[in-house]
């Protein structure tokens, strides 16, 4: 009865999705809904440069795992919400995205070009402290962009959602740390 139990209680603990969590005085709920669908926060993490924090992040899916391909390959809600802990002018944001674009995207780059030019188009000059960006993909629909305070666009297409979690979760991240803390795996 006491293994059942252990047993039990055990498999509970594994599968449980990461709850509410605090990161740098940003707190992020252990859920958020999306057309209708509940999601699970799958993890958060810190960017930092230097000394300075830039941003936090929290990964929202519909299916929480700490494998960055799964992740990638599953067609399904997703929601990046960055929380702004600096001033971050366009240029800042839009060079970094890039940049982690070229070195995951690869050869499907020329493709995504068009799509990126019009993400980049929704970043407003100036991306305050305290303001979010936040990033939703739903399939069919596309990702769609929204900054806290400004405008909101949709991107079409599922290679362009996955070019742009490939940013934080692919084979070159812009940071490891923030990768792992994405995939729920700083604990």
């Known amino acids: 009865m006491k293994k059942t139990l252990t047993a039990v209680l055990l498999s509970l603990t594994l599968a449980a999705p990461v709850m ?6 940003v707190k992020y709920p252990d859920t ?9 926060l799958n993890g958060v993490g810190l960017r930092k440069k230097a000394i300075f924090k830039v941003y936090t992040v929290g990964l929202y899916v519909e299916t929480p795992t700490k494998d960055a391909t799964a992740l990638l ?11 702004m ?3 971050l002018k366009k240029e800042q944001i839009t060079e970094a ?8 995207a690869g050869a499907n780059l020329p493709k995504l070009q068009d799509r990126l ?4 188009s929704a970043i ?18 596309g990702t769609n962009v929204q900054v806290s305070g400004g ?29 792992d803390g994405m995939l729920g795996k700083e604990d």
């Open 97 to 104: 995205i890039e940049n982690g674009f070229k070195k995951n």
């Open 85 to 87: 802990k600096r001033d």
């Open 73 to 83: 390959n599953a067609d399904e809600i997703k929601r990046v919400r960055m929380y």
């Open 20 to 25: 509410a969590k605090d990161i740098a005085g």
């Open 151 to 179: 405008q909101s666009i949709d991107v079409e297409g599922k290679d362009f959602a996955d070019a742009l979690l490939s940013v934080w979760l692919g084979k070159d991240p812009v940071d490891d740390g923030l990768k």
């Open 124 to 141: 407003p000059a100036e991306v305050k402290e305290g303001q979010e960006l936040i990033l939703t993909y739903v399939p069919g629909k």
């Open 32 to 40: 958020a809904t999306v057309n209708g669908k509940e999601l699970k």
């Open 117 to 120: 030019n019009t993400f980049k």
